[in-house]
């Protein structure tokens, strides 16, 4: 193991007891397992944010795993370009509503799912949550839905949807006030990976399965992972998906 996925591994690990305060999941027993896939880092990182943190009318939990640290890199898989992993982080969101009406978030007071709801959560993340903490500036921040398809497997709600988000690839003097502490999860992007041209934070087309349900009062629990519209990056995301199944019954 080297130094960085050594760093990386501990970083994520970290993350269960440093936000354990906030983790509402943990506190109301529900289980988010990220069974590890090929190509995936050994850790699962549990990262909380609160409404007030968001600006929204929610408490949100991450848990994600990313792509691994190829071998002759200090970074991880998520910024190389050529990867299946280029961008990729999978796992589950638990989102605790403040609704005035008292629904759950991704849902009306009815019961009914509300899908461009549920989809402000990627939103968020990548742009904001990720390549917001890695510097990316306000202007970069690309992240839009260009096809949504909702859907239903078992007792969870689902949206497949192709996706337009800016990657956390950058050259590190483009970073505008980067969070230190997400370059031990992610390391420090190797300037050879921004050969040909390629621009900081470009926009990247991706593919992701999010299935989401309400799982106690105002508490939705999604899961699910997107990855490069690509062929690799297609199969990727069906072998996350298929690896997640047994586990979200």
């Not at 980067?178 to 050879?192: A, K, T, W």
């Not at 508490?219 to 047994?246: H, R, Y």
Request: net charge negative; proline share 8%.
């Amino acid at each position: 193991m080297g130094l960085h996925q050594f760093v990386a591994i501990e970083a994520m690990k970290a993350t269960k007891l440093l936000g354990a305060e906030d983790n509402f999941l943990v506190q109301l027993g529900i289980d988010t397992p990220v069974p590890r896939v090929d190509g995936a880092i050994d850790a699962v990182a549990q990262e909380p944010f609160t409404a007030r943190t968001l600006k929204r009318l929610m408490d949100l939990v991450v848990v994600f795993t990313i792509g691994d640290f190829p071998d002759d890199l200090a970074c991880s898989s998520y910024y190389v370009p050529d990867s299946p992993w280029y961008n990729v982080f999978y796992g589950a969101y638990g989102i605790r509503s403040h609704k005035q009406d008292g629904a759950a978030w991704g849902y009306d007071k009815s019961g009914k799912p509300l899908f461009d709801e549920i989809t402000q959560i990627p939103f968020i993340d990548y742009n904001f949550l990720t390549a917001g903490e890695l510097g990316c500036p306000p202007d970069k921040m690309c992240f839009r839905i260009d096809k949504q398809a909702p859907g239903k497997h078992g007792r969870w709600d689902t949206v497949d949807a192709y996706a337009t988000i800016p990657s956390g690839l950058h050259h590190p003097r483009d970073a505008v006030d980067p969070n230190l502490e997400y370059y031990m999860v992610f390391g420090l992007p190797d300037d050879s990976l921004l050969d040909g041209g390629r621009q900081s934070y470009e926009p990247v087309k991706m593919h992701g399965t999010m299935l989401f349900r309400q799982v106690q009062p105002q508490v939705t629990l999604v899961w699910g992972g997107m990855c490069p519209d690509t062929p690799e990056g297609n199969a990727l995301l069906a072998k996350i998906i298929a690896a997640m199944s047994p586990r979200y019954p």
